[in-house]
């Protein structure tokens, strides 16, 4: 989609640390890492958020989902544990309109999520 930020990150018109990439999904280091390890999973087709998604999107959805297992393994975080957060929308301060998962690992993480 033009003007989006993240399907211009997947074309690679514009720079990205590439942690993993498959037929459905595109994973890349965040710019700004709130933890040691942060990474941003991404479905190469553009979705705005959750509620865009329709009965489709299912094998995407499932899709991203071993592809953050895949990520923890390589990445080498798997048996530690690691933290899977999507923003969707105001409240959740989502700022980046292509549907995206956070993947949060690298240390001891509070036990409250907000
Ligand atoms: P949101 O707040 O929408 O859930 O998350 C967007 C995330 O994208 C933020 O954590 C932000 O740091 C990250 N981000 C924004 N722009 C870029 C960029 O150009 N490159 C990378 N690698 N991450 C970005
Ligand atoms: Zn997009």
Same mark, same amino acid.
């Given at each position: 989609?033009?003007?989006? $930020?993240?399907?211009?990150? #997947?074309?690679?018109?514009?720079?990205?640390?590439? !942690?993993?990439?498959?037929?459905?999904?595109?994973?890349?280091?965040?710019?700004?890492?709130q933890m040691p390890v942060?990474?941003?999973? !991404?479905?190469?087709?553009? $979705?705005?958020?959750?509620?865009?998604?329709?009965? %489709?999107?299912? %094998?995407?959805?499932?899709?991203?989902? $071993?592809? #953050?297992?895949?990520?923890?393994? %390589?990445?080498?975080f798997? %048996?530690n544990g690691f933290r899977?957060?999507?923003?969707?929308?105001?409240?959740?301060?989502?700022?980046?309109?292509?549907?995206?998962?956070?993947?949060l690992a690298g240390g001891m993480m509070?036990?409250?999520?907000?």
């Amino acid at each position: 989609m033009a003007d989006c $930020l993240f399907c211009k990150i #997947i074309a690679g018109e514009i720079p990205s640390t590439k !942690v993993y990439e498959d037929e459905y999904c595109y994973a890349f280091k965040d710019i700004a890492p709130q933890m040691p390890v942060h990474i941003i999973v !991404v479905p190469k087709k553009h $979705l705005a958020n959750v509620l865009e998604c329709t009965e %489709e999107d299912i %094998e995407i959805a499932g899709r991203i989902q $071993l592809a #953050i297992a895949n990520i923890a393994r %390589e990445q080498g975080f798997a %048996e530690n544990g690691f933290r899977v957060i999507n923003n969707c929308g105001r409240d959740a301060m989502q700022t980046v309109h292509h549907i995206h998962y956070h993947i949060l690992a690298g240390g001891m993480m509070g036990e409250k999520i907000v």
